[in-house]
Nanobody, 124 residues
Framework: QVQLVESGGYLVQPGGSLRLSCVAS????????IGWFRQAPGKEREGVSC????????LYADSVKGRFTISRDNARNTVYLQVNSLRPEDTAVYYC?????????????????WGKGTQVTVSS
């Protein structure tokens, strides 16, 4: 069983930056592909970024390309999402999710384990 805990969400002004963390417990993250998703009020959850278990494959949603960067530190059992140049439309609850040896995907369907999310609010 994999437990995921997100942190790093905060209230920031437009143009600001945050680093979101997803820490896993219960197992090593090495065999898992990790995705970041977000859900804004009144909207469906959407895929933001993913990283393969080796870190060799990265995917980003078009809306965040050039602003968000995903990375992982398997020694720390942690995946990061650096979010820069934040916009009000980035306001959402951000979730990380894990799937074992499936491949990097921005679709929710493959993911087995989910965290409870961290709130990011972008507002002046």
């Amino acid at each position: 069983q994999v437990q995921l805990v997100e942190s790093g969400g905060y209230l920031v002004q437009p143009g600001g930056s945050l680093r979101l963390s997803c820490v896993a417990s219960g197992t090593t993250l090495d065999p898992y592909d990790i995705g970041w998703f977000r859900q804004a009020p009144g909207k469906e959850r959407e895929g933001v970024s993913c990283i393969s278990r080796t870190g060799s494959r990265l995917l980003y949603a078009d809306s965040v390309k050039g602003r968000f960067t995903i990375s992982r530190d398997n020694a720390r059992n942690t995946v990061y999402l650096q979010v820069n140049s934040l916009r009000p439309e980035d306001t959402a609850v951000y979730y990380c999710a894990a799937v074992r040896a499936f491949g990097c995907s921005l679709s929710e369907r493959p993911y087995t384990y989910w965290g409870k999310g961290t709130q990011v609010t972008v507002s002046s």
